[in-house]
């Protein structure tokens, strides 16, 4: 299918906008615009940010852009670019990049000399940091840890970690989550868990790695989370 004509004689561009990970009044009037304003809005999932874009009145042309077919994608939407496009690229939630696809084609666009561009906006690990009481004046974000190969080697590594560490994990995974921190961080490791973010339900449970096992061993975690722990003393 041939690209659709450029709506302006600029350079191609592309713009990252953040997306609510709760709370749809978090999602900015800027952000809005620029989605109204772009050719094309890439999205990780259609139907999440469909309901976004129907909600402030987005009638922009969207098209998914996954993890599964971002390799694929690339080398059309780098046309398009060259077509002097603006390309919008949306997550489920939170920044685009962040345990999130996008890094493959901001550093295409980079590399192609376009404009590349990201809107301030939401992130799960911020606040779920700020909020620890925590150092994080100086921190370390690793993402989702390895499932199962290279887990315990990351786990170790990070053991030893002098700065405050922050990683995301599953409700299905948290207890078992704990129950590593305490073998490799010890019982009394001090540890933050946020859950929920910007959402009727959003929880923060701090205390020692071992306090806080048994709080979740007691309490079934649901929603997703935000581990932060302290760096080794």
């Known amino acids: 299918m041939d690209a ?13 906008i953040p997306t609510p990970v709760g709370n749809l009044g978090d999602f ?8 109204k304003e772009a050719d094309l ?7 999440t940010t469909g309901k976004l874009m129907r909600h402030f009145g987005v009638d922009t042309p969207l098209r998914s852009f996954h993890q599964h077919n971002e390799h694929r994608a690339l080398e059309g939407l780098v046309q398009q670019m060259e077509a002097g496009l603006q390309i919008a690229l ?5 920044t685009p990049g962040i345990s999130d696809p996008g890094f493959l084609l901001v550093r295409e666009a980079v590399q192609r000399g376009f404009v590349v561009s990201c809107i301030p906006g939401p992130t799960a690990f911020v606040p779920a940091l700020v909020v620890s009481g925590l150092p994080c004046d100086r921190f370390v974000f690793e993402g989702f840890l390895p499932h199962k190969k290279g887990r315990q080697k990351k786990l170790g590594a990070l053991a030893t970690e002098e700065r405050t560490w922050v990683v995301y994990e599953s409700p299905h995974r948290m207890v078992k989550l704990l129950g590593e921190l305490i073998e490799y961080c010890g019982p009394e490791r001090l540890v933050s868990c946020s859950r929920e973010i910007s959402k009727l339900h959003e929880e923060t449970v701090r205390g020692t790695t071992t306090k806080v096992l048994a709080h979740f061993t007691e309490n079934e975690p649901r929603g997703e989370f935000v581990v932060v722990v302290a760096g080794r003393d």
């Open 4 to 16: 659709p004509a450029p709506s302006r004689a600029s350079i191609g561009s592309l713009v990252l």
């Open 41 to 47: 809005v890439l999205a990780e999932d259609t139907r």
């Open 90 to 94: 949306c997550s489920d939630a939170g």
């Open 28 to 35: 900015g009037l800027r952000s809005v615009e620029v989605l």
